[in-house]
């Protein structure tokens, strides 16, 4: 099975609302075993709605369509609808009297413009609202089932539920889409591809995609089978083929988190802590760390030191190394991290110092350059990067990569990059 979305609105194409309709449809879909091959947003136009119910028809066995079911001059998807299918809007005495009954509940005239609600193409089916004056709409239109929803959320989700699910669910006959997320950070989407060969196949299935997003390379696994028991299966099958062919370069999955990684990590080895002394990053480090509820078991103590001067008065980095190599340098960032393990008397201390830009490079250091240091009950070890990009991804990298670093010293592992 297969379907389409179209979101209606012109706060949606404007991007004054978020479109979350969509996604959550999709998830939903999935569960029964039928995919999405579109989204689509079409602005309030009668014409281009129903130019986008003409071509998207054709395309697919169920066509999703949230918003425009309102009584106002812009909502025209019912009329969109009428148009694509040929047929004239006719009054649901039915719903009419349903919407007389839900302005006299509360004490108000029904407006003559509500009555559009009540209007559907010929032939159609009427789906009632519990939870608004929106009703929505089944018709046909060559093979596919078109089913139109109210564009408020809440509306929208019990409709669909309790209307439009069933059918496609009875459709599918028990098939399933299954889907699971692996998170790596650290290398990019081409040497992972690379590394997991053949299980990213496109007529693979259960299908290994990878997406980037601020630095981490998800995997996106989807197994479509008709029954949940073989799509558990496979998609576990696929999974462990994945983190065998990548092995710690993947950190989590699904809703799982960097820095909660990394807690998990700490929480275990009762009474390890972290410290954090940073400079470019300005406390991102330490907000990523206590992000994550409870981390107040193995972080107690963070260092914003901006300034060379705080870097010497609060940490007590000799002032001999910021002369002779500057603040972005290996030797400055390892005795940021030392002074900070030693004076939150910590198991590990992370520190970093960089040039976030725009401004404030050097051929010898440009914008991008960034050192990072952890130190450890052996020592301390610096390394030096330089990450592209705008500000704020240059301070999320430094911040992520120091996690990243912490997270192999605590498996026991190189950092691999």
Known sequence: MNAIILSIGDELVLGQTVDT??????????????????????????????????QS??????????????????????????????????????????LQTFFAARN???????????????????????????????ASLEACRVFVMPGVPQEMKIMFEGDVLPHVRAAGGGAVILSRTLHTYGLGESAIAEKLGNLMRRERNPSVGTTLASGTVSLRIN????????????LEQTAEACLSA??????GQDEQTLQEVVGDLLKVRTGQSVATAESCTGGLLGKLITDVPGSSAYYGYGWITYANQAKQQLLGVPPALLREHGAVSEPVVRAMAACAQQHAASTYALAISGIAGPA????????????????????AEARTFLFSGDREFIRDRSAK???????YHLLGEPTPF
């Open 360 to 379: 404030g490079g050097t051929p010898a250091k440009p914008v991008g350059t960034v050192c990072i240091s952890l130190a450890h009950p052996a020592g």
């Open 108 to 138: 108000r005239p029904m407006p003559q413009a509500n009555r559009i609600q009540a209007m559907i193409p010929r032939g159609a089916r009427m789906i009632f609202n519990t939870a608004g004056t929106a009703a929505g709409i089944e």
């Open 246 to 251: 990548l092995g710690s370069l993947v950190y």
């Open 57 to 98: 028809a054709p395309r697919c066995d169920y066509l999703l369509i949230s918003g425009g079911l309102g009584p106002t001059a812009d909502d025209l998807t019912r009329q969109a609808l009428a148009a694509a299918t040929g047929e004239p809007l006719e009054l649901n005495d039915r719903w009419l009297a349903e």
């Open 223 to 234: 197994a479509r089978f008709g029954s949940a028991s073989e799509a558990r299966k496979q």
């Open 401 to 407: 990569i120091a996690l990243t670093m912490l997270r």
């Open 21 to 54: 309709n969509s996604a959550w449809l999709s998830q939903r879909l999935a569960s029964v075993g039928c995919g999405v091959s579109a989204h689509a947003t079409v602005g309030d136009d009668q014409g281009a709605i129903e130019q986008a119910i003409r």
